[in-house]
């Protein structure tokens, strides 16, 4: 029999009806490690995201390397959450079903003084104690990396760093959230709030106010103004950095086997190339300071240099297409260390400046919140049965679903894209609901006819099936 305070699932029920224990504002790759994190600990969970879907800032578009920390700066807050965060993604993504693509990184010389300069990286990679950092010269790299233009110099080898499904990662944790009881708002812009002491009630301009104990502010690009609106001040200012990135054909996937890295500056960690999860080449970031939060454009100019910078490194990409252009905003500020606050008096704790390893990072940071709610909150009683979902493999290196048998038919053949694919992702606990996010769900339309071929056939499957209206509420089942 179950007690009052048991919901069958070893989790209290919150007190008063319909107040959340714990609001996570923002669903980027931050906040929803973080409602997953909480939700697992036993906390009534609400995500608020103002987009129409998760990924709607930051995290829809970046590198989608797992990173080892080993260029972190030493003993900050970054390091012990990239190095948790890779730990926890390494335990869990097999149960998951998410992929991992071991690829490894050099670290690139192509001068005399960044060549003097690998042996400070690799100091630096054993101080953040990641060991298996070691100098190689000219000919073990090119050895190993054929493709490789002969103007290298040496490189240090980082055997840990790998590549992964940016938006999978962030899909299964939240999947996981609200499978275990997490409630989801989407086009809910948290514009302002009330602390009555005991709890927030925050409001949107279009939907019901919400009430929750506790609030975790994961607004990415707009975390220093959610602070400033609901808490009158905030202890950082974002300074949005673009990186675009251009996309190479998936002929160039078999030219590198690792990540090239370049030997990193000030600001940015500089331009990789990298294959990705789903089968091709990546070449950017550049880093650009811009004002503007929301819009992240490409520009021929910068794309082109990228261009120019690739072929220089991997000579053999003059041959192969670029088939896909995109950019990504970092939330950096003036800072470099990530900006965490506590206001304990306020409910309140704020993940501001996740600039550039959020997603290896996120479930890292996500324990550390949880700990220093912890400090601050009510003790929860973790979840004692936990549903994990298996995620669809989209991962180019793992058998995909057109090769089992019943898929109905190959909807985008670029990408090998089927029905069953198409039809699980409009009816999954976290549906997609517009084309943007069937893409990020099945790789629909993201290859190299970019639509050409399959949009038509697209529109007729996805036709009135889509989620309309500003108001989508999800509702875990953990409480039914
Ligand atoms: C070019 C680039 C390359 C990168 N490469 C890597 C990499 O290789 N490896 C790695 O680990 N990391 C990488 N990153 C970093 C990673 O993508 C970011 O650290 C991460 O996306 C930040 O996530 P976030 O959840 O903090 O922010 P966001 O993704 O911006 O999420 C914040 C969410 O909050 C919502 N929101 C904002 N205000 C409100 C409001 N008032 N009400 C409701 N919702 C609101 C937004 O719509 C958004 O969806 C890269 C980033 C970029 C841009």
Same mark, same amino acid.
């Given at each position: 029999?179950r007690?009052?305070?048991?919901?069958?699932n070893g989790?209290?029920?919150?007190?008063? $009806?319909g107040v959340?224990?714990?609001a996570?504002?923002?669903?980027?790759?931050?906040?929803?490690a973080v409602?997953?994190k909480f939700?697992?600990?036993?906390a009534?969970?609400i995500l608020?995201e103002?987009?129409?879907?998760i990924?709607?800032?930051?995290?829809?578009? /970046?590198s989608?390397i797992?990173?080892?920390?080993f %260029?972190? =700066?030493? /003993?900050?807050?970054?390091?012990q959450c990239? $190095?948790?965060?890779?730990?926890?993604?390494l335990? #869990?993504f +097999?149960d998951?079903n998410l992929?991992?693509l071991?690829t490894s990184a050099?670290v690139v010389?192509?001068?005399?003084q $960044?060549?003097?300069?690998l042996?400070?990286? +690799? &100091?630096?990679?054993?101080?953040?104690?990641v060991m298996d950092?070691?100098v190689?010269?000219?000919?073990?790299?090119?050895k190993?990396e054929?493709?490789?233009?002969?103007?290298?110099?040496?490189?240090?080898?980082v055997p840990g760093?790998?590549? #992964?499904?940016?938006?999978s990662?962030?899909?299964?944790?939240?999947?996981q959230?609200?499978l275990?009881g997490?409630?989801v708002?989407f086009?809910y %812009?948290?514009?302002?709030? !009330?602390?009555d002491?005991?709890?927030?009630l925050?409001k949107?301009?279009?939907?019901?106010?919400?009430?929750?104990?506790?609030v975790i502010?994961?607004a990415?690009?707009y975390?220093d103004y959610l602070d400033?609106a609901?808490?009158?001040?905030?202890?950082?200012l974002?300074k949005?950095?673009k990186?675009?990135?251009i996309?190479y054909?998936k002929?160039a996937?078999s030219?590198?086997?690792s990540i090239?890295l =370049?030997v990193?500056?000030?600001?940015?960690?500089?331009?990789?190339?990298?294959r990705?999860i789903?089968?091709? *080449?990546l070449v950017g970031?550049?880093?650009e300071? !811009?004002?503007?939060?929301? #819009?992240a454009?490409v &520009?021929?100019c910068e794309?082109e240099k990228?261009?120019?910078a690739?072929?220089a490194i991997v000579?053999?990409?003059?041959?192969?297409p670029?088939?896909?252009?995109?950019?990504g905003?970092?939330?950096?500020c003036?800072?470099?260390d990530?900006r965490?606050f506590?206001y !304990?008096?306020k409910?309140w704790i704020?993940a501001?400046?996740i600039?550039?390893?959020?997603l290896t990072?996120s479930?890292?940071?996500?324990?550390? #919140?949880f700990?220093q709610y912890? +400090?601050?909150?009510k003790?929860?009683?973790?979840?004692a049965?936990?549903?994990?979902p298996?995620?669809? /493999?989209?991962?180019?290196?793992e058998p995909?679903?057109?090769?089992?048998?019943?898929y109905?038919?190959?909807?985008c053949?670029?990408?090998?894209?089927? +029905?069953?694919?198409i039809?699980?992702a409009?009816s999954?606990?976290?549906?997609?609901?517009? *084309?943007?996010?069937?893409?990020?769900r099945?790789?629909a339309t993201m290859?190299?006819c $970019?639509?050409?071929?399959c949009?038509a056939r697209?529109a007729?499957l996805?036709?009135?099936?889509?989620v309309n209206?500003?108001?989508v509420?999800i509702k875990g %089942?953990?409480?039914e």
């Amino acid at each position: 029999m179950r007690s009052k305070t048991d919901n069958g699932n070893g989790r209290p029920r919150t007190e008063k $009806q319909g107040v959340f224990d714990v609001a996570v504002v923002g669903g980027g790759v931050v906040g929803c490690a973080v409602a997953r994190k909480f939700v697992l600990e036993g906390a009534k969970v609400i995500l608020l995201e103002k987009g129409s879907d998760i990924l709607s800032g930051a995290s829809k578009a /970046n590198s989608a390397i797992l990173h080892t920390g080993f %260029d972190a =700066p030493p /003993n900050s807050l970054e390091l012990q959450c990239v $190095q948790a965060g890779y730990k926890e993604y390494l335990e #869990i993504f +097999k149960d998951f079903n998410l992929p991992l693509l071991k690829t490894s990184a050099f670290v690139v010389a192509w001068n005399d003084q $960044q060549l003097a300069h690998l042996s400070e990286i +690799k &100091s630096q990679a054993h101080q953040n104690n990641v060991m298996d950092v070691d100098v190689i010269d000219r000919e073990i790299l090119l050895k190993m990396e054929p493709h490789l233009s002969n103007a290298a110099l040496g490189a240090v080898t980082v055997p840990g760093e790998f590549v #992964i499904d940016p938006w999978s990662s962030p899909l299964a944790y939240l999947t996981q959230a609200v499978l275990n009881g997490a409630e989801v708002r989407f086009e809910y %812009d948290v514009s302002s709030g !009330q602390f009555d002491g005991d709890g927030w009630l925050l409001k949107s301009d279009t939907q019901a106010d919400v009430s929750a104990r506790f609030v975790i502010n994961c607004a990415g690009l707009y975390g220093d103004y959610l602070d400033q609106a609901l808490l009158g001040q905030s202890e950082f200012l974002i300074k949005p950095r673009k990186g675009q990135f251009i996309v190479y054909d998936k002929a160039a996937s078999s030219l590198l086997t690792s990540i090239i890295l =370049p030997v990193p500056s000030e600001r940015t960690k500089g331009i990789v190339l990298t294959r990705t999860i789903f089968g091709n *080449l990546l070449v950017g970031p550049t880093a650009e300071e !811009q004002d503007e939060r929301g #819009i992240a454009s490409v &520009s021929h100019c910068e794309l082109e240099k990228l261009k120019t910078a690739g072929e220089a490194i991997v000579p053999s990409l003059k041959d192969i297409p670029v088939i896909a252009t995109y950019a990504g905003l970092r939330p950096a500020c003036e800072s470099k260390d990530y900006r965490v606050f506590e206001y !304990q008096e306020k409910n309140w704790i704020t993940a501001g400046a996740i600039r550039s390893t959020g997603l290896t990072s996120s479930l890292g940071l996500a324990s550390y #919140i949880f700990k220093q709610y912890s +400090k601050m909150a009510k003790p929860l009683i973790s979840l004692a049965t936990i549903k994990t979902p298996k995620m669809p /493999n989209l991962s180019e290196y793992e058998p995909r679903d057109w090769t089992q048998p019943g898929y109905g038919e190959i909807v985008c053949h670029c990408e090998m894209v089927t +029905k069953r694919e198409i039809d699980n992702a409009i009816s999954s606990v976290l549906p997609a609901r517009d *084309l943007s996010g069937l893409k990020r769900r099945t790789r629909a339309t993201m290859g190299r006819c $970019q639509s050409f071929y399959c949009a038509a056939r697209l529109a007729e499957l996805t036709k009135n099936k889509f989620v309309n209206g500003p108001i989508v509420e999800i509702k875990g %089942d953990a409480n039914e």
